[in-house]
């Protein structure tokens, strides 16, 4: 296998052609690679590419290199509380230094069927096997074909904060980044395959947390995330580990429409509560 390190997002996009695949810290990659998971000819090193580091770009928005690191990220003090809570509760302190913003986006599900190689629906496949099978730590919330629960704290916490993803060639909103799983598509993230996450814009907050439920207390995948902004008498409230893609709340009533799995009802409980809390805190 080729190692490449381009040094411009052009000259990293240009070296993402068929059977090469973007490598920021490697903690995700590197074991889908071992696995066979993810099937790659050549590894584009993306650390010289993408921008690394945190500034303020006005006194309301925070923009954020995609090669900056979660332990980077939960530091400093420019960056929303909420996004910083989410960092430091994510992983380990070794992952969180390795681990980068984008590759977090980025992440793959941590679905144990998926990881396994079952031909399921995300796979390609027709069947759900977490559905008819294992299921505590899935979804309750768009889990009609993948009942997969999206791991990734951080882009919680963005969604809430209504953060904007620049990319070499289109800027969206965080909602924007991913979709749920369709026939035609089984991608969650609805980025090109030669696409990179540059920067994000992360839009201030009057008051912001991140609270999180996990089976320990430490390095752990949320069973369920939450994630309030408020700006001015508006909150906005997102949730981790709940649906395949991180999940808008438009209000704590909409719990009641969640569709949770025989497995899964006690994540409708932990989120009314963990919403209770966030909002409080937001007050
Ligand atoms: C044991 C363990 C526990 C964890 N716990 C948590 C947790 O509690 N909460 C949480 O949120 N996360 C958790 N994670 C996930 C971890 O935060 C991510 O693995 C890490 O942030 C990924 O970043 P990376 O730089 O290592 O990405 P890589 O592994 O290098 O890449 C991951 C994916 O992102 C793509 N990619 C990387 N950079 C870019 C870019 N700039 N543009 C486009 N695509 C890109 C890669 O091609 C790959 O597909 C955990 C991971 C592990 C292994
Ligand atoms: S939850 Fe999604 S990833 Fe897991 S088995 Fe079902 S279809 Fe596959």
């Not at 052609?17 to 584009?44: F, H, M, S, Y």
């Not at 986006?105 to 399921?120: D, G, H, N, S, V």
């Not at 996450?197 to 201030?204: K, N, R, Y």
């Not at 009533?253 to 966030?278: I, S």
Request: with cysteine; charged share 25%; glycine share 8%.
């Amino acid at each position: 296998m080729r190692l490449v390190r381009p040094e411009t997002p052009r000259d990293a996009v240009a070296a993402l052609t068929n059977g090469a695949v973007a490598l920021a810290g490697g903690t995700d990659l590197v074991p889908l690679l071992r696995d066979r998971i993810v099937e790659a000819d050549a590894l584009v090193h993306v650390a010289d590419a993408v921008p690394r580091g945190v500034t303020s770009t006005s006194t309301s928005i925070t923009r954020v290199g995609a090669g900056t690191t979660l332990g980077e990220l939960e530091v400093d003090p420019q960056v929303p509380q909420a996004l910083r809570e989410a960092c430091a509760l994510s992983a380990s302190p070794q992952l969180r230094a390795m681990g980068t913003l984008g590759g977090n986006l980025r992440q793959a599900t941590r679905c144990w069927y998926w990881r396994l190689k079952f031909p399921c629906y995300l796979h390609g496949g027709e069947r759900c096997h977490a559905k008819e099978g294992e299921h505590r730590e899935h979804a309750i919330f768009g889990n009609e074909r993948c009942a997969s629960a999206h791991p990734s704290d951080l882009a919680a916490a963005l969604l809430a904060l209504g953060a904007t993803v620049r990319t070499d060639r289109r800027e969206l909103g965080v909602a924007e980044l991913y979709r749920l799983p369709t026939d035609d598509e089984r991608d969650v993230v609805g980025l090109e395959r030669d696409e990179l996450i540059l920067e994000l814009d992360v839009p201030a907050a009057d008051a912001s947390t991140y609270l999180k439920a996990m089976d320990r207390r430490k390095w752990a995948f949320p069973l369920v995330g939450v994630a309030a902004a408020r700006v001015g008498p508006s909150v906005r409230v997102a949730l981790a580990g709940v649906a395949p893609i991180p999940w808008l709340l438009d209000s704590p009533a909409a719990l009641d429409d969640a569709t949770p799995l025989p497995g899964t009802a006690y994540k409708v409980e932990l989120a009314r509560v963990l919403v209770r809390r966030a909002l409080a805190a937001t007050g």
